[in-house]
């Protein structure tokens, strides 16, 4: 059986947890660095939140705005021209 189609045990976790747990109180990795990247990793999940968002919502009125049966189509449609 390889590795891949093992599941994890909980007592596995849980050692790999205390594993964690030492190398945070050893000091090997200073809790600045720990913040920092926490800070850097919330802020790129963020971001990429925004960005998706912005894609998928131009894609969904791009799409709607194929369609002429839907009401206020044209109104957005004027509404970005003008802005342009």
């Given at each position: 059986?390889s590795?891949?189609?093992?599941?994890?045990?909980?007592?596995?976790?849980?050692?790999?947890?205390?594993?964690?747990?030492?190398?945070?109180?050893t000091?090997?990795?200073?809790?600045?660095?720990?913040?920092?990247?926490?800070?850097?990793?919330?802020?790129?999940?963020?971001?990429?939140?925004?960005?998706?968002?912005?894609?998928?919502?131009?894609?969904?009125?791009?799409?709607?705005?194929?369609?002429?049966?839907?009401?206020?189509?044209?109104?957005?449609?004027?509404?970005?021209?003008?802005?342009?």
């Open positions: 059986m590795k891949q189609n093992q599941k994890s045990k909980p007592a596995d976790l849980e050692r790999f947890g205390r594993l964690i747990a030492d190398v945070y109180e000091g090997y990795v200073s809790r600045g660095r720990i913040y920092r990247m926490s800070f850097l990793k919330g802020l790129m999940a963020g971001f990429g939140g925004v960005v998706g968002a912005t894609i998928v919502v131009g894609l969904l009125v791009w799409v709607l705005s194929l369609l002429d049966a839907i009401p206020y189509i044209d109104d957005l449609r004027n509404a970005i021209e003008q802005g342009r």
